[in-house]
């Protein structure tokens, strides 16, 4: 987290002397920034990042704007990495080269698929393709600067090179030909993010990854067990959430730059990682993951999801997705079991939702005077099985989250088993025969 903090002194280095200055010096500024945080970071590890960036580079100018480019880089960069988590993984949670080379094969993966882009006609692009699209292949110093960017290095966001390149060519700013007013909303967010590592800070030591696996988290009553997972987790995602937030870095610089909204004010969301007042409010699933690591979430949408639309089959083109996800994250069982929870529990809520939604009866109860009552209930659910699938995703290995399962009687497995069984009835029953044969032929 000091890392990430460090971004700031680059970017005040950039606005004051770097912003006025030719591409070139703005590249190698990027360059060298990060190059340092890596050095500072990791040592001589850092040449992992030099070989990947190179050899990308040079996928891009050997092999041109086709599909064996794509997939060259998509298999060179998840080997290398898949690579680096077979020799340097351990049990514990580790702080090495490969956690910011997960965020940088994302990038350079990324890269060959807007290349490829820029090749197509507008009219095969979506609007998320056009915005990444290359026109033509980027030279060895935008390459590095990108990759390098000291804003998003260490712990992303991810960000296109398109975008990188607007904020080099100085488009990214509130005041044309001048640094943005972006002060007041870096620090706003700096602050948030400042107040997020407040609480992970303080509450982490009280609630420990390794309680989990003491005869003593064995001996609490079994509401106790679920309690601890509950309070566990949400205190564990700031950890997360802390060094999301502080992307007041990007802010700072203009990459953060997003234009105005409806009424004219300037925006400064585009690299937001995190919707916090959504996090922190939403009682669903699906809202907390629409909110938590934005930017990695719509890269894997626009760049695998949404390209496995020859499938045919958008639960296949989710699954895999959600694999994808699992292995980048790394190879221990624990990552493969968290999403196969997610993938399981976010469809199960769906069914759900769309039971309340086309029931009257239950449409209605939750307009009712009720609703604050259920809305308490659904955020303990929320938040229960929330934290349900990040225990494998915290403590890896097989022999420890089954452990932990075991205590807590596979409560969340049990629950949206039961769940997914049972909605169909609830549907029969509460759901005007009407409206279930609409949803039937949908």
């Known amino acids: 987290r000091h890392s990430e903090l460090s971004g700031y002194p680059f970017a005040m280095l950039y606005r004051s002397y770097f912003f006025h200055q030719s591409p070139t010096v703005v590249h190698l500024f990027h360059t060298m920034s990060g190059l340092i945080l890596a050095a500072f970071n990791f040592g001589s590890q850092l040449y992992h990042s030099a070989v990947c960036v190179g050899v990308q580079f040079l996928l891009l100018r050997l092999m041109g704007r086709t599909l064996t480019t794509v997939l060259t880089s998509f298999s060179f960069q998840m080997v290398y990495l898949l690579c680096g988590y077979y020799y340097t993984a351990t049990d514990q949670y580790d702080i090495k080269w490969t956690m910011p080379h997960c965020v940088l094969a994302l990038k350079l993966i990324g890269l060959s698929f807007d290349y490829y882009d820029g090749g197509k006609e507008p009219p095969q692009l979506s ?72 609480i992970y800070t303080i509450g982490s030591p009280f609630y420990p990854d390794s309680y989990f696996l003491t005869d003593g988290y064995e001996a609490q009553p079994f509401w106790y067990r679920c309690v601890y997972i509950l309070i566990w987790a949400k205190i564990s995602l700031y950890k997360y959430v802390s ?16 234009g105005q909204d409806e009424k004219g004010t300037h925006q400064w969301d585009a690299c937001a990682n995190m919707r916090v007042w959504q996090y922190e409010t939403t009682p ?21 999801f949404k390209r496995l639309k020859f499938l045919g089959n958008k639960m296949a083109s989710q699954m895999a997705t959600l694999l994808f996800l699992a292995v980048w994250h790394g190879l221990h069982s624990g ?36 609703y604050p009552l259920l809305y308490v209930v659904q955020q303990f659910l929320h938040w229960l099985f929330m934290g349900y699938p990040l225990v494998p995703f915290c403590l890896f290995t097989y022999d420890k989250w089954l452990k932990v399962y075991s205590s807590v009687y ?32 949908k």
């Open 243 to 258: 060094c999301w937030v502080i992307e007041g870095v990007c802010i700072l610089c203009g990459l953060g730059y997003n």
């Open 410 to 441: 596979f409560c969340g497995h049990v629950f949206f088993f039961i769940a997914y069984l049972i909605i169909p009835y609830f549907r029969m029953v509460l759901v005007p025969r009407k409206a279930g044969d609409v949803k039937k032929e």
């Open 284 to 304: 669903l699933f699906t809202g907390t993951i629409a909110s938590f690591n934005i930017n990695t979430n719509a890269w894997v949408a626009r760049h695998v």
């Open 335 to 370: 990552y493969i079991l968290c999403f196969s929870l997610e993938f399981i529990i976010v469809n199960v809520e769906r069914k759900a939702m769309a039971l309340v939604n086309d029931s009257p009866l239950l449409t209605r109860l939750v307009s009712s005077p009720l």
């Open 127 to 198: 609007a998320e393709q056009k915005k990444g699209a290359l026109s033509k292949v980027p030279s060895l110093l935008e390459v590095c600067g990108f990759s390098y960017f000291y804003g998003g290095f260490l712990v992303g966001p991810q960000f296109t090179l398109r975008s990188y390149q607007r904020l080099v060519s100085g488009e990214l700013t509130d005041c044309p030909g001048q640094p943005p007013n972006s002060v007041f909303p870096a620090l706003k967010r700096f602050l948030l993010g400042l107040s997020c590592l407040t």
